[in-house]
Nanobody, 122 residues
Framework: QVQLVESGGGLVQTGGSLRLSCAAS????????MGWYRQAPGKERELVAA???????YYGNFVKGRFTISGDNAKTTLALQMNSLKPEDTAMYYC????????????????WGKGTLVTVSS
């Protein structure tokens, strides 16, 4: 089992920045990929950013250079630096870990944190 705990969410104005963090514990040696996902009210959960087994990073189309994902090689921490935030970025943000390289869709991830809420005011 892997436990994930997110932190860093909050209320920010349009154009502001936030840094989300995720702490992983438990059977972290089994983790192959990690990522951030978000879910806004009434919408499906979607990929924000992910790090593959080879350390490559991937971003959702909407990110457009505003966010940066980073993590340590031991997969004990994962961060998401978010800049130039927009009201449409308002959502619950989740950290997730996968036992395979199936980070492209939320159903491919195996462990989830409880989420941290990001609210961007206009």
């Amino acid at each position: 089992q892997v436990q994930l705990v997110e932190s860093g969410g909050g209320l920010v104005q349009t154009g502001g920045s936030l840094r989300l963090s995720c702490a992983a514990s438990g059977s972290i040696s089994s983790i192959v990929s990690m990522g951030w996902y978000r879910q806004a009210p009434g919408k499906e959960r979607e990929l924000v950013a992910a790090i593959s087994s080879l350390g490559s990073t991937y971003y959702g189309n909407f990110v457009k250079g505003r966010f940066t994902i980073s993590g340590d090689n031991a997969k004990t921490t994962l961060a998401l630096q978010m800049n130039s935030l927009k009201p449409e970025d308002t959502a619950m943000y989740y950290c997730a870990a996968g036992l395979d390289d199936n980070w492209g869709h939320p159903v491919g991830m195996d462990y989830w944190g409880k989420g941290t809420l990001v609210t961007v005011s206009s």
